[in-house]
DNA sequence: TGTAAGCGGGG
DNA sequence: GTGTACGCTTACA
């Protein structure tokens, strides 16, 4: 027997000898990969009893099932009683135990078939997730094992692989020192830059780790770059990827889309070749995930498409719309992608020119982006995984209700719950029709406004659901009829005031350890913060994604009544403090979901911090107003030719001069240059200055500047973007008009495709006279269009607020003649 | 107005 | 694989 400790990093599962072992791969604390084998573990589920049947017969009957299929026999190993908890209530059941994990959906039709049985429970927790809920394994925290005395060396595993006779986590520390390679291809279509794997060849393929540069490619060309390396041909290049893989040996293969298309289109080409991407370290094929939901799984490497990650947990903190790898450097890492004319690749490889050595150093730059992407990102997979429990490759790909739900199933267990199942086909089309009344969002009167206070709930949605007890169990129950009632018309519901609730439960341990997190984090070192955020981090993002989850159609746990409730409790409670700052004597500006905006006048400040006060007195439970700040100045805007105050739209500045900008089209992407820049002006003198009068003028100056044609033509370009190929467009928009005329011209043109364009005067439809930048004379545009189109309809209702050109401006005389605005 | 289709990221 | 995304925009009936 020899003791290992390690940190475990992925999981698997192997059938052998008609039992199925779990493969755990990992590092152990002095940096070897290894992996260790655990026997001890059996698929199973639960079998429900129909009402007054008896278990014991039912048991007998139920060990005696088996089939064989495809020469495999799947049996059922053992029938056990069992008793949790489903629906609040103590339910019986038969624990049925089965052989290898195929017995499960093999035999699950058959037993749901029998006599005494009423429904099946668990039967799709997947073997391995099973494996560390039960055994209570979190991935990353140090593991350790008691195992065989064996040198390792098992047939076909590339990493040295142990027996265990126990497994256990009882000792603090995680891994958070990973080896990373990232990696990227450049493919070659001389028709254009799509490219598909069934007829483009990879020409070039780069790798980036730590002190490890690589851009191997299969034509020579002058270069000084000293990390090319030249191989004969396409299949060279994969078997040398190959190689390089197994020498780095990586825990996490960092790639930008690489589930989409590096790794297919890799597997798809080596396939060709009659060439294995074996790098699993089970010597297995990296397997490609088939329908839509495309996953390539390395079993022993985790597989990391940052771009996923990055698109559904990091983007709530990002400006940027558009993930693409450029975008997303320039905003994380304050670098671009290298500017290379990629349309010069295959000419240039065709010819086997200099120039090829500018898209190594292209390629090698994607690859060192990805990597430091992923350095950067990789705190908050971490946090995350020991969050929720499961591998780092499971939780990369789960959205947000998948996280809620698998914290759940795990908790399930030591509430000892039964995981509901999840909902059927025509159980899911009725919750998707039905609706949830919202948040409750306060019109505001148009005006500018100053000295404003704003305060909003502190995660108002789960500081409900804890202080109200809602959960499913609580719902209505039994003893606590007629006491208090949800305040939402037209639904009689009520939660249980004696006994606390699965969700409520869990959703403050949550809450609580934020607030501890958060609370270390203030005295913690610099080395350790980045670790302590992502910590605070996935516990926000994980509790507030509970009241989605409630109303979340395919939820195993969901209850549109409860969903239902949080949202009325929230309206209700804003109305309250709305109701309570008007009898103050405050003026109430505004209010959405969960913030309120009071105008002082001439009230001193501390009045309004002594009315939160007063409000937090009465507040239930956890639940509590916070001050968020004071503004100097804020403005608000009607909806156009309207009188009503416009919902989500407004502009504030605080007493450092920090402009905040919400729903104004600033940053929409179909506006020209011009039109953005003035509203951002506009915004700025109103609310810096204070100074409606020269805001108008400014937009008068540049409407005559528009007349008097002395704009440059960079600040007219219309950004769109192609979102089809342009034959299949019907309807024939400005950009597709130009884009189609790109096309005629030889130029290429292609879907994702920002095309912009200028619109030139003449009589014709606007797509007739729309042109690019670069085909227009300075001068050369329809004045007349940025000024009606444009620049007028960003910043009318702005102006309108101080009564400039409110009759022209909004009394829809939109042919006008140019001059008769201002 | 409601529903279906299709896109995102990559080259 | 004890499983298969999702939320939004645009086109079209």
Redesign the pocket.
């Known amino acids: 027997m020899a003791a290992i400790q390690f940190y475990p990093i992925d999981l698997t ?1 192997k059938v052998s000898g008609g039992k ?1 072992d779990i493969y755990i791969f990992g590092r152990t604390t002095d940096g070897k990969q290894i992996c260790v084998v655990d026997p001890d573990f059996e ?3 639960y079998v429900l009893p129909a009402k007054g049947a008896s278990t014991i017969v039912l048991k007998e009957n139920l060990t005696k099932i088996q089939e064989t299929v495809d020469g495999k026999e799947l049996k059922v190993t053992k029938a056990e009683d069992a008793k949790k908890m489903l629906d609040g209530r103590d339910r019986n059941a038969i624990k049925v135990t089965v052989n290898i ?2 017995a ?2 093999g035999l ?1 039709d058959q037993i749901r078939e029998l006599k005494d049985v009423d429904s099946i429970l ?7 997730r ?1 494996y560390l809920i039960d055994k209570k394994i979190t991935p990353l925290v140090l593991t350790d094992a008691e195992v065989e005395d064996t040198d390792g060396r098992i047939e076909r595993m590339k990493v040295p692989t142990f027996k265990a006779t126990s497994i256990s986590q009882t000792e603090d520390g995680s891994l958070n020192e990973f080896r990373i390679l990232a990696f ?6 001389p028709q ?5 794997p069934e007829k483009h060849p990879i020409v070039m393929l780069s790798l980036y780790g730590q002190d490890f540069k690589k851009v191997i490619t299969w034509k020579r060309f002058k270069t000084d770059l000293d990390y090319v390396e030249f191989v004969e041909g396409e299949a060279q290049l994969l078997e040398r990827f190959k190689e390089l893989v197994a020498e780095y040996s990586p825990d996490v293969m960092a790639g ?2 690489s589930d ?3 790794m297919p ?1 890799i597997i798809k080409r080596a396939e060709k070749y009659k060439i294995k991407i074996d790098i699993s370290l089970d010597g297995d094929v990296a ?1 490609l ?7 390539i ?1 390395t079993v022993g490497i985790v597989h990391f498409d940052i ?1 996923n990650f990055i ?1 559904r947990v990091i983007s709530r903190k990002l400006k940027t ?8 450097s320039a905003e994380l890492l304050g670098e671009k ?1 290298d500017d290379v004319d ?1 349309d010069r ?1 295959a000419p240039a490889w065709d010819a086997a020119s200099d120039e090829l050595s500018d898209f190594a150093k292209y ?1 090698l730059k ?1 690859s060192r982006l990805t990597y430091e992407l992923c350095e950067k990102i990789l705190p908050n997979l971490l946090e995350l995984v020991k969050l929720i429990g499961q591998s780092m490759k ?1 939780v990369n ?6 996280l809620v739900e698998w914290y759940l199933i795990r908790r399930a267990a030591d509430f000892n719950q039964f995981i509901p199942n ?1 909902p059927h086909h025509g159980v899911l089309e009725d919750r998707m029709a039905e609706r949830v009344k919202g948040a409750f969002v306060f019109e505001p009167t148009p005006g500018l406004y100053d000295n404003v206070v704003v305060f909003d709930f502190r995660s108002l949605y789960p500081s409900i659901i804890v202080s109200h007890n809602i959960s499913i169990e609580t719902l209505n129950c039994d003893c606590c009829r007629g006491k208090e009632q949800v305040p939402v018309e037209g639904y009689d519901l009520w939660f249980c005031k004696n006994k606390k609730g699965f969700f409520p439960t869990v959703l403050k341990e949550i809450i609580t350890r934020r607030t501890r997190v958060k609370e270390i984090m203030k005295t913690a070192d610099e080395k350790k913060r980045p670790f302590l955020d992502a910590r605070q981090e996935s516990l926000k993002v994980l509790s507030n994604s509970f009241y989605g989850y409630l109303g ?1 159609y ?1 939820a195993r746990w969901y209850s549109k009544d409860s969903a239902r409730s949080v949202t009325a409790y929230g309206r209700h409670y804003i109305h309250q403090v709305i109701d309570d700052a008007k009898e103050k004597g405050f003026e109430v500006l505004y209010s959405d979901t969960d913030s309120i905006f009071i105008h002082l006048k001439d009230k001193p400040e501390v009045d309004s911090i002594k009315f939160c006060e007063d409000i937090n007195a009465k507040l239930p439970g956890m639940m509590e107003l916070e001050y968020e700040g004071t503004y100097k100045r804020a403005l608000f805007v009607s909806i156009k030719d309207s009188d009503s105050g416009a919902k989500k739209k407004y502009a504030m500045i605080d007493k450092d001069n920090r402009i905040m900008i919400k729903g104004f089209e600033t940053v929409r992407r ?1 506006v020209s240059p011009i039109a953005k820049r003035v509203q951002q002006e506009v915004i700025r003198m109103v609310l810096e200055d204070k100074e409606p009068k020269k805001a108008y003028e400014y937009v008068r100056n540049t409407v005559q500047d528009l007349a008097d044609k002395r704009v440059a033509t960079e600040e007219l370009a219309i950004p769109t ?5 342009i034959e ?4 024939i ?1 400005p950009h597709v008009a130009v884009a189609k005329r790109m096309k005629a011209k030889g130029m290429e043109v ?3 495709m920002i095309v912009s364009y200028v619109v030139t005067p003449g009589k014709d439809k606007i797509r007739d006279r729309a042109k690019l930048p670069e085909e227009v004379k300075q001068g050369e545009y329809d004045a007349e269009y940025y000024i009606n189109n444009q620049v007028v309809p960003a910043v009318e209702t702005i102006l309108d607020v101080f009564g400039y050109g409110s009759e022209e401006l909004t009394g829809g005389k939109k042919q006008s003649k140019l001059g008769q605005y201002f």
């Open positions: 599962y199925a698929p199973y589920f994990p195929k499960v959906p699950r668990e039967y799709d927790v997947l073997y391995t099973r990227d291809i450049e493919t070659y279509n254009g830059k799509a490219t598909v930008y889309y989409g298309f590096d289109f397997i995930g088939r329908g839509r939901a495309k996953a799984d771009l698109r719309d558009v993930y693409t790898l450029d975008e997303v992608k990629l690749l390629n994607d499971d790909r789960m959205s947000f209700s998948q999840r979340f395919a179909n973007k192609l979102t089809k190929p299949a467009y019907d309807s928009g292609y879907p994702g």
